[in-house]
C-alpha cells in the first residue's frame, strides 16, 4: 500500500479546498482556525503602520505642530506620511493568505491530536486497488483516522510580535497616545484639525473658540429670539422647535478665516454655506430655516458644533361659520364666524358665490385667544347689507377665506342660502327696484327699463316733486337707451337705481346707518389696537352724533311717510321698548368702560348698541289700541285721496295743452298697472273699483270722500274741518270736466286739493285731542319713527318721550341685563346705604 506522490507539509499549499469527507463540525472548526490564522497576519502586518499613526496623533494631540513653524509642520507631516506607508510595506512585504491545510495543521495543534488525522483524512490508496485484502485494510486505517478526532480547540490569535518587538516599543506609542488625547480633553479634536492643516495665515490659532447662534422666528409668531451656544450641542442636547421661515445668524471666533481650515462652513437646511470672513478671528453666516434637523459649524475636517433643531411648519388657517346668518328686518345679513391659526388670522373675507361669478368681501376679527390646541383662535361678527347687490333675492353660497402672514389660505365650508332684499313701502321706490331687479337679471330689458322709467319720471307727484329722483331717472333712463349700451355699462346704472330707491324709500336714514357702522368699526379697531384715550373719545363723540343723526332721520322718514299716504309697518309687539336716551346711556356706559381700561367690556357694549340700531325699525306699533290703529288708517286713506286729487289735476292741467286727459301718468307695462292696483285698493271706499280719470275719476273720487267723512264722522264725533268744502269743489269739478271746461275744472281740483290738506291736518289735531294733547293751533302734530306725537308736553304736562323706538330683538338677554344694570345704579346712588357698600358697588359698575 503506498501514498500519494505529494506528501507531508509540502501538501498544504496544494489544497485550495477543504476535504468533503470531514465531518461538518470539524469544517466549522477549520474555517474559524482559518480566520484567525487571517487575523494573526493581518496584525502583525498592520502594527508597524499603526505604531507609526499612534505616534502621529501623540504628537498631534500634544498641540506641538501648532508651536512649528509651517514648514516644519510640513515636514512633520511628510515624515509621518512617509512613516505610515514604509510601515505598510514593511508589514505586508511577505503576506500570504492562509491555506486550508494550514487552518486544519492549526486546528491539529490547538486540538492536540496525535498522527494528524485531519491532514491525513484525505489520503487515498494508491496500490493493489483490486485486493480485497488491501482495501479492506485502508478502510480500517481511515476509521481509525476518523476515531481518533475528539474534541477540537483553538486558542486565541497570536501575532508572534512579542518575540520580534523585544522592548514593547509598541505598547510605548499607544501610551503615548492615549496619554496626549487626555490632555488634549474637549480640544481633541480641534488639535488634530490644527496638526492635519498648517497655519498659512500666520495669525495665532488657538484652542479657544466660541461659537454663538441665534435664532429669530418671524414678526408674525410673536415668539421671542433664541440664543445657542457650544455649551448646548452634543447628543445629550434638548430638541429646539423652531418656526418655518425662522432667521438664522451665526459667529463664530478663533476659528481659521483662511488657508485650508478656513473659512468656516455653515450646515443648515441639508446643505452648506460658506461663512462671511468680518475680520482675521470673526466669521458670520446668515440663512432661513425651511427644512433640515441640525444646525452645524464645520471648520476644515470636524463637526466644531451641532444643534439638533425640528423645523415646525406653519399650518394653513381655518374658518367656519357660528351658525347660520341671520336676517334683520332690513334685510341686512348678520353673520357670526371664528378662523384659527398655528400663528393668527390676517385676513378673513367673505366669498359670495352664484355660478362662476364671486365677490369678496373684508371682514372684522377680534383679539385671538389660545385654544386648548394651541391654536389661536379668533372670533367676530359683522352685519353685511347685501340689499343693494343684484343678487339680492337669489340663491348664493357663502364661504369664509381666512390667510395667515405667510399667505396660505383655508376656507370653510359653503354656506347656500338666499340672499335677503329689502322690502320698499314708497310705491315708486318699489318699482324703481323691480325695475332693477329685471336688467339685473338680463341686460337687453335696457330698453324697456328705460321707457318705463321715463313714464315714473313724468309723474313728480308720486315722488314728491324730488328733483335729484327726476334727476337720477332721467339720467339711467337715457343711459339706458343709449345705442352703445353694454353688459359692462349696468353696474353704475344699477347703483344708480337702487340710490334713487333708497333715497325716495327714507331719505337719508341709509347713509346716517352707514355712517353709524363706519364709526363703530373704527372704534372697534382703535380698542383692538390699544388706541390713545383722545382718539377713542374723539370716535366715540363721533359715533353719538351718527347715532341721534339716524334717529332723527327715522322721525322724518316716519312723517314723510305718514303725509304720502304710504303704507305703513306693523311692528312687533314682542318687540323692546327703549328710548333715545337708553341708547345714548349705553354708548357713554361703553365710554366710561374705554376710560377705565375695560376695552373687551366696552367692545361687547358697541356690539349690543350696533345690534339694537340694526333691528331698529319705523312703523306703526301693533300694541296701538284699536281705535288708534283705526285713526291711523283713516289718516292714511286722506292722504291717498289726496294724491288722486293731485293726479286728476295733472290730467287736467295736460288736457289744457292738448292733451287726452288720462294720456299722461297711465304707461303701459308694469308700472302702469301696479300703481292703478295700489290707488284703487285703500283709497276708493273699500269698493275695490280703480281710480279712473276725467268726470268719472272724479265722480268716484267725491264719492270715497263722502263715504271717507262718515267714517271721521262716526269715529271723531265731528267732521274735520275742509273735507266738506273739499267735497263741494269736487262736485263742481265733475260738472266743469262733463262740459269739458278743463281751466275751471282745473281751479276747482286745485281747491279741493287744499281743502284735503287741511282737513288731513284738522284730523290729526282732533285725534290728538282725543288721546289729551293739546297742540297749537295750525301746527301739524309730529309723529315719531312708531306714529307717536312727539310734543314736549302730554297729558297732565309731563314730558313725553319723543324717541322710543321698536327694535326687533328679544327682550331676553339685554333686557335682563339692563334691568340688572339700573338696579345696581339705584343701591349706588342710595345715601341710605353703607358706605362700604356703595363703593364696592362703584367698583362693581366700572368694571361694566
Same mark, same amino acid.
Given at each position: 500500500?503506498?501514498?500519494?506522490?505529494?506528501?507531508?507539509?509540502?501538501?498544504?499549499?496544494?489544497?485550495?479546498?477543504?476535504?468533503?469527507?470531514?465531518?461538518?463540525?470539524?469544517?466549522?472548526?477549520?474555517?474559524?482556525?482559518?480566520?484567525?490564522?487571517?487575523?494573526?497576519?493581518?496584525?502583525?502586518?498592520?502594527?508597524?503602520?499603526?505604531?507609526?499613526?499612534?505616534?502621529?496623533?501623540?504628537?498631534?494631540?500634544?498641540?506641538?505642530?501648532?508651536?512649528?513653524?509651517?514648514?516644519?509642520?510640513?515636514?512633520?507631516?511628510?515624515?509621518?506620511?512617509?512613516?505610515?506607508?514604509?510601515?505598510?510595506?514593511?508589514?505586508?512585504?511577505?503576506?500570504?493568505?492562509?491555506?486550508?491545510?494550514?487552518?486544519?495543521?492549526?486546528?491539529?495543534?490547538?486540538?492536540?491530536?496525535?498522527?494528524?488525522?485531519?491532514?491525513?483524512?484525505?489520503?487515498?490508496?494508491?496500490?493493489?486497488?483490486?485486493?480485497?485484502?488491501?482495501?479492506?485494510?485502508?478502510?480500517?486505517?481511515?476509521?481509525?483516522?476518523?476515531?481518533?478526532?475528539?474534541?477540537?480547540?483553538?486558542?486565541?490569535?497570536?501575532?508572534?510580535?512579542?518575540?520580534?518587538?523585544?522592548?514593547?516599543?509598541?505598547?510605548?506609542?499607544?501610551?503615548?497616545?492615549?496619554?496626549?488625547?487626555?490632555?488634549?480633553?474637549?480640544?481633541?479634536?480641534?488639535?488634530?484639525?490644527?496638526?492635519?492643516?498648517?497655519?498659512?495665515?500666520?495669525?495665532?490659532?488657538?484652542?479657544?473658540?466660541?461659537?454663538?447662534?441665534?435664532?429669530?422666528?418671524?414678526?408674525?409668531?410673536?415668539?421671542?429670539?433664541?440664543?445657542?451656544?457650544?455649551?448646548?450641542?452634543?447628543?445629550?442636547?434638548?430638541?429646539?422647535?423652531?418656526?418655518?421661515?425662522?432667521?438664522?445668524?451665526?459667529?463664530?471666533?478663533?476659528?481659521?478665516?483662511?488657508?485650508?481650515?478656513?473659512?468656516?462652513?455653515?450646515?443648515?437646511?441639508?446643505?452648506?454655506?460658506?461663512?462671511?470672513?468680518?475680520?482675521?478671528?470673526?466669521?458670520?453666516?446668515?440663512?432661513?430655516?425651511?427644512?433640515?434637523?441640525?444646525?452645524?459649524?464645520?471648520?476644515?475636517?470636524?463637526?466644531?458644533?451641532?444643534?439638533?433643531?425640528?423645523?415646525?411648519?406653519?399650518?394653513?388657517?381655518?374658518?367656519?361659520?357660528?351658525?347660520?346668518?341671520?336676517?334683520?328686518?332690513?334685510?341686512?345679513?348678520?353673520?357670526?364666524?371664528?378662523?384659527?391659526?398655528?400663528?393668527?388670522?390676517?385676513?378673513?373675507?367673505?366669498?359670495?358665490?352664484?355660478?362662476?361669478?364671486?365677490?369678496?368681501?373684508?371682514?372684522?376679527?377680534?383679539?385671538?385667544?389660545?385654544?386648548?390646541?394651541?391654536?389661536?383662535?379668533?372670533?367676530?361678527?359683522?352685519?353685511?347689507?347685501?340689499?343693494?347687490?343684484?343678487?339680492?333675492?337669489?340663491?348664493?353660497?357663502?364661504?369664509?377665506?381666512?390667510?395667515?402672514?405667510?399667505?396660505?389660505?383655508?376656507?370653510?365650508?359653503?354656506?347656500?342660502?338666499?340672499?335677503?332684499?329689502?322690502?320698499?313701502?314708497?310705491?315708486?321706490?318699489?318699482?324703481?327696484?323691480?325695475?332693477?331687479?329685471?336688467?339685473?337679471?338680463?341686460?337687453?330689458?335696457?330698453?324697456?327699463?328705460?321707457?318705463?322709467?321715463?313714464?315714473?319720471?313724468?309723474?313728480?307727484?308720486?315722488?314728491?316733486?324730488?328733483?335729484?329722483?327726476?334727476?337720477?331717472?332721467?339720467?339711467?333712463?337715457?343711459?339706458?337707451?343709449?345705442?352703445?349700451?353694454?353688459?359692462?355699462?349696468?353696474?353704475?346704472?344699477?347703483?344708480?337705481?337702487?340710490?334713487?330707491?333708497?333715497?325716495?324709500?327714507?331719505?337719508?336714514?341709509?347713509?346716517?346707518?352707514?355712517?353709524?357702522?363706519?364709526?363703530?368699526?373704527?372704534?372697534?379697531?382703535?380698542?383692538?389696537?390699544?388706541?390713545?384715550? @383722545?382718539?377713542?373719545?374723539?370716535?366715540?363723540?363721533?359715533?353719538?352724533?351718527?347715532?341721534?343723526?339716524?334717529?332723527?332721520?327715522?322721525?322724518?322718514?316716519?312723517?314723510?311717510?305718514?303725509?304720502?299716504?304710504?303704507?305703513?309697518?306693523?311692528?312687533?309687539?314682542?318687540?323692546?321698548?327703549?328710548?333715545?336716551?337708553?341708547?345714548?346711556?349705553?354708548?357713554?356706559?361703553?365710554?366710561?368702560?374705554?376710560?377705565?381700561?375695560?376695552?373687551?367690556?366696552?367692545?361687547?357694549?358697541?356690539?349690543?348698541?350696533?345690534?339694537?340700531?340694526?333691528?331698529?325699525?319705523?312703523?306703526?306699533?301693533?300694541?296701538?289700541?284699536?281705535?288708534?290703529?283705526?285713526?291711523?288708517?283713516?289718516?292714511?286713506?286722506?292722504?291717498?285721496?289726496?294724491?288722486?286729487?293731485?293726479?286728476?289735476?295733472?290730467?287736467?292741467?295736460?288736457?289744457?295743452?292738448?292733451?287726452?286727459?288720462?294720456?299722461?301718468?297711465?304707461?303701459?307695462? @308694469?308700472?302702469?298697472?301696479?300703481?292703478?292696483?295700489?290707488?284703487?285698493?285703500?283709497?276708493?271706499?273699500?269698493?275695490?273699483?280703480?281710480?279712473?280719470?276725467?268726470?268719472?275719476?272724479? @265722480?268716484?273720487?267725491?264719492?270715497?270722500?263722502?263715504?271717507?267723512?262718515?267714517?271721521?264722522?262716526?269715529?271723531?264725533?265731528?267732521?274735520?274741518?275742509?273735507?266738506?268744502?273739499?267735497?263741494?269743489?269736487?262736485?263742481?269739478?265733475?260738472?266743469?270736466?262733463?262740459?269739458?271746461?278743463?281751466?275751471?275744472?282745473?281751479?276747482?281740483?286745485?281747491?279741493?286739493?287744499?281743502?284735503?290738506?287741511?282737513?288731513?291736518?284738522?284730523?290729526?289735531?282732533?285725534?290728538?285731542?282725543?288721546?289729551?294733547?293739546?297742540?297749537?293751533?295750525?301746527?301739524?302734530?309730529?309723529?315719531?319713527?312708531?306714529?307717536?306725537?312727539?310734543?314736549?308736553?302730554?297729558?297732565?304736562?309731563?314730558?313725553?318721550?319723543?324717541?322710543?323706538?321698536?327694535?326687533?330683538?328679544?327682550?331676553?338677554?339685554?333686557?335682563?341685563?339692563?334691568?340688572?344694570?339700573?338696579?345696581?345704579?339705584?343701591?349706588?346712588?342710595?345715601?341710605?346705604?353703607?358706605?362700604?357698600?356703595?363703593?364696592?358697588?362703584?367698583?362693581?359698575?366700572?368694571?361694566?
Amino acid at each position: 500500500m503506498a501514498r500519494r506522490p505529494v506528501l507531508g507539509d509540502d501538501r498544504l499549499s496544494a489544497a485550495s479546498t477543504l476535504p468533503s469527507s470531514l465531518p461538518a463540525r470539524v469544517r466549522i472548526m477549520a474555517v474559524v482556525a482559518w480566520g484567525i490564522l487571517l487575523i494573526e497576519r493581518l496584525w502583525a502586518a498592520l502594527t508597524p503602520a499603526i505604531c507609526v499613526l499612534l505616534l502621529a496623533l501623540a504628537l498631534a494631540w500634544s498641540g506641538l505642530p501648532r508651536d512649528l513653524g509651517v514648514w516644519v509642520h510640513l515636514a512633520l507631516l511628510f515624515l509621518a506620511g512617509i512613516g505610515f506607508l514604509y510601515g505598510l510595506w514593511w508589514g505586508f512585504r511577505g503576506f500570504r493568505l492562509p491555506q486550508w491545510q494550514q487552518a486544519l495543521r492549526r486546528l491539529e495543534r490547538d486540538s492536540d491530536l496525535a498522527h494528524r488525522p485531519l491532514t491525513h483524512i484525505d489520503d487515498a490508496q494508491v496500490s493493489n486497488l483490486i485486493d480485497p485484502a488491501a482495501a479492506s485494510l485502508w478502510a480500517r486505517h481511515r476509521a481509525r483516522l476518523m476515531g481518533s478526532i475528539g474534541r477540537l480547540d483553538l486558542k486565541w490569535p497570536d501575532n508572534g510580535l512579542v518575540a520580534r518587538d523585544r522592548y514593547a516599543l509598541r505598547q510605548l506609542t499607544l501610551l503615548l497616545a492615549l496619554a496626549a488625547f487626555f490632555c488634549a480633553n474637549e480640544a481633541w479634536l480641534r488639535r488634530l484639525d490644527q496638526a492635519l492643516l498648517p497655519n498659512f495665515s500666520g495669525i495665532e490659532d488657538t484652542d479657544q473658540i466660541t461659537v454663538e447662534a441665534w435664532i429669530t422666528p418671524p414678526d408674525y409668531t410673536g415668539l421671542p429670539p433664541v440664543s445657542l451656544s457650544l455649551a448646548q450641542h452634543g447628543k445629550g442636547a434638548e430638541t429646539l422647535k423652531v418656526p418655518m421661515g425662522s432667521r438664522l445668524l451665526v459667529q463664530s471666533q478663533g476659528l481659521p478665516t483662511s488657508g485650508l481650515g478656513g473659512p468656516a462652513t455653515l450646515v443648515a437646511n441639508d446643505e452648506k454655506q460658506t461663512f462671511d470672513v468680518l475680520d482675521a478671528s470673526t466669521q458670520r453666516s446668515e440663512t432661513t430655516l425651511s427644512k433640515g434637523g441640525s444646525i452645524g459649524v464645520q471648520s476644515g475636517l470636524s463637526t466644531v458644533v451641532e444643534w439638533p433643531v425640528a423645523i415646525v411648519p406653519d399650518m394653513a388657517p381655518k374658518a367656519e361659520f357660528g351658525g347660520n346668518p341671520g336676517v334683520t328686518d332690513r334685510g341686512v345679513l348678520r353673520l357670526g364666524y371664528s378662523a384659527r391659526d398655528d400663528y393668527g388670522v390676517t385676513d378673513l373675507r367673505l366669498v359670495m358665490s352664484r355660478g362662476k361669478e364671486d365677490f369678496e368681501f373684508k371682514l372684522p376679527l377680534g383679539q385671538p385667544t389660545i385654544g386648548s390646541d394651541g391654536y389661536r383662535v379668533a372670533q367676530g361678527g359683522s352685519f353685511q347689507d347685501f340689499t343693494a347687490h343684484r343678487w339680492a333675492g337669489l340663491d348664493v353660497e357663502l364661504r369664509l377665506v381666512a390667510r395667515d402672514a405667510m399667505g396660505q389660505i383655508g376656507a370653510s365650508a359653503p354656506l347656500a342660502l338666499t340672499l335677503p332684499e329689502r322690502k320698499f313701502y314708497h310705491p315708486v321706490a318699489r318699482a324703481i327696484i323691480e325695475l332693477r331687479k329685471r336688467l339685473a337679471s338680463d341686460w337687453q330689458f335696457h330698453n324697456s327699463v328705460s321707457r318705463e322709467l321715463d313714464i315714473l319720471k313724468a309723474q313728480p307727484e308720486t315722488y314728491e316733486d324730488r328733483i335729484a329722483a327726476f334727476m337720477g331717472m332721467d339720467f339711467a333712463a337715457r343711459r339706458l337707451r343709449a345705442e352703445e349700451f353694454a353688459p359692462s355699462d349696468m353696474p353704475p346704472v344699477l347703483q344708480l337705481m337702487w340710490d334713487i330707491a333708497v333715497d325716495l324709500e327714507d331719505g337719508g336714514t341709509s347713509l346716517a346707518l352707514s355712517e353709524f357702522r363706519r364709526l363703530q368699526q373704527a372704534l372697534q379697531d382703535a380698542l383692538d389696537r390699544g388706541a390713545s384715550d @383722545e382718539e377713542v373719545e374723539r370716535l366715540m363723540n363721533q359715533l353719538q352724533e351718527a347715532m341721534n343723526r339716524y334717529m332723527q332721520d327715522l322721525q322724518q322718514q316716519l312723517q314723510r311717510a305718514m303725509e304720502s299716504g304710504q303704507q305703513m309697518r306693523q311692528l312687533s309687539p314682542n318687540g323692546l321698548k327703549l328710548s333715545q336716551n337708553d341708547l345714548n346711556r349705553m354708548l357713554n356706559d361703553a365710554r366710561n368702560m374705554a376710560r377705565a381700561g375695560a376695552k373687551d367690556s366696552a367692545k361687547q357694549m358697541l356690539d349690543q348698541l350696533q345690534k339694537l340700531m340694526e333691528n331698529l325699525q319705523a312703523g306703526v306699533p301693533s300694541t296701538m289700541s284699536a281705535e288708534g290703529r283705526a285713526q291711523q288708517e283713516l289718516n292714511s286713506e286722506l292722504g291717498r285721496l289726496m294724491q288722486r286729487q293731485q293726479k286728476l289735476l295733472e290730467e287736467s292741467y295736460n288736457a289744457q295743452r292738448g292733451q287726452q286727459p288720462g294720456e299722461e301718468g297711465m304707461g303701459e307695462g @308694469e308700472m302702469g298697472q301696479g300703481q292703478q292696483q295700489g290707488e284703487g285698493m285703500p283709497g276708493d271706499g273699500g269698493n275695490g273699483q280703480a281710480a279712473g280719470s276725467g268726470a268719472m275719476g272724479q @265722480e268716484q273720487l267725491r264719492r270715497d270722500l263722502g263715504n271717507l267723512m262718515q267714517r271721521f264722522s262716526n269715529m271723531l264725533g265731528d267732521l274735520p274741518g275742509g273735507l266738506g268744502e273739499a267735497e263741494q269743489y269736487m262736485r263742481g269739478a265733475v260738472d266743469n270736466l262733463k262740459n269739458q271746461d278743463f281751466p275751471n275744472a282745473a281751479e276747482n281740483q286745485n281747491n279741493a286739493l287744499n281743502q284735503l290738506q287741511q282737513g288731513l291736518q284738522a284730523a290729526q289735531e282732533m285725534m290728538q285731542r282725543q288721546a289729551g294733547q293739546v297742540p297749537g293751533r295750525g301746527n301739524r302734530a309730529k309723529m315719531d319713527p312708531l306714529g307717536r306725537p312727539t310734543d314736549e308736553d302730554g297729558p297732565g304736562g309731563n314730558p313725553i318721550d319723543s324717541s322710543n323706538m321698536d327694535l326687533g330683538v328679544d327682550k331676553e338677554p339685554a333686557q335682563k341685563a339692563r334691568e340688572i344694570f339700573e338696579e345696581l345704579r339705584q343701591r349706588r346712588n342710595d345715601p341710605n346705604r353703607p358706605k362700604q357698600e356703595r363703593d364696592y358697588l362703584d367698583r362693581l359698575l366700572k368694571q361694566f
